[in-house]
């Protein structure tokens, strides 16, 4: 990946963090982003010692200007970009009754609208100048199984798959290949910390892993290095699950 350009959103910390590392390792220049401008300085200095380079743009994925600005930044530092990992998200715990319009809006904002507003800015530069490229998406199993607690996230994750279906299909002429990767329930990223609260609610998901632990980002961004390098040229439109097997067991007769 010696010479690519890479935008990783939500790149200040957990799976975003282990991605952008990787890419970086990889000799990628990876752009970074980030709403929390010290911590995603933080993450900057830590990944300035790998091969590639790295620049950090404090930004919110949830206005188009924003996004607009940090493709054209990319460009200017780095002279053009080559994929785009859709990381950035929000959620938390509700019953769909109790959701505000508020926690609605908020989660919809970052999730889908700011996945499409990064994919179709970027791709519009890669159509312009018959540049191929390629964007990997996170979503969740949720987004097609559903899960109690979590509507807001699961309906922008839903669309968020479906968009990535739609892309792959139109510009997959063009060079562009879009997939998406449903991570499980993964360590060290906070995500889990914030959903999984208590100590009882943590091991009940453990149990329920078939692998009886929870996955590493590193390997999320082992994943993501592959689906977007040329290894992956066929694959396009696909979703990955890794979650350890978690969305197929009901646990319903052991």
Not at 67 to 87: I, P
Not at 143 to 158: E, R
Request: charged residues 20%; proline residues 3%; aromatic residues 6%.
């Amino acid at each position: 990946m010696k010479g690519k350009t890479a935008i990783v959103t939500g790149g200040s910390n957990g799976m975003g963090k282990a991605i952008a590392t990787r890419l970086c390792q990889e000799g990628a220049n990876v752009v970074i982003t980030a709403r929390n401008e010290e911590r995603l300085e933080a993450a900057r200095k830590e990944m300035e010692t790998f091969s590639g380079q790295v620049l950090a743009v404090p930004m919110d994925v949830r206005h188009l200007d924003q996004v607009e600005a940090t493709v054209q930044k990319a460009n200017e530092v780095f002279g053009h970009v080559d994929y785009l990992v859709n990381n950035a998200a929000g959620n938390f715990i509700v019953p769909a009754e109790k959701l505000s319009p508020n926690g609605w809006r908020s989660v919809i904002d970052i999730v889908l609208n700011g996945t499409w507003y990064f994919s179709q800015t970027v791709a519009k530069g890669w159509i312009a100048e018959g540049r191929p490229g390629s964007i990997v998406n996170i979503v969740a199993t949720y987004a097609w199984t559903g899960a109690a607690g979590v509507v807001h996230s699961a309906s922008a994750k839903a669309g968020v798959l479906a968009m990535s279906q739609t892309l792959a299909v139109e510009w997959g002429s063009k060079g562009i290949r879009v997939n998406c990767i449903a991570p499980g329930p993964i360590e060290n990223t906070g995500g889990v910390e914030k959903l999984i609260a208590d100590e009882r609610a943590h091991q009940a998901v453990m149990h329920s892993v078939p692998l009886k632990r929870f996955g590493k980002p590193e390997e999320i961004a082992a994943l993501v290095k592959f689906l977007l390098s040329d290894e992956a040229q066929y694959i396009n439109g696909d979703c990955i699950t890794m979650d350890g097997g978690l969305w197929m067991n009901s646990s319903r007769f052991l």
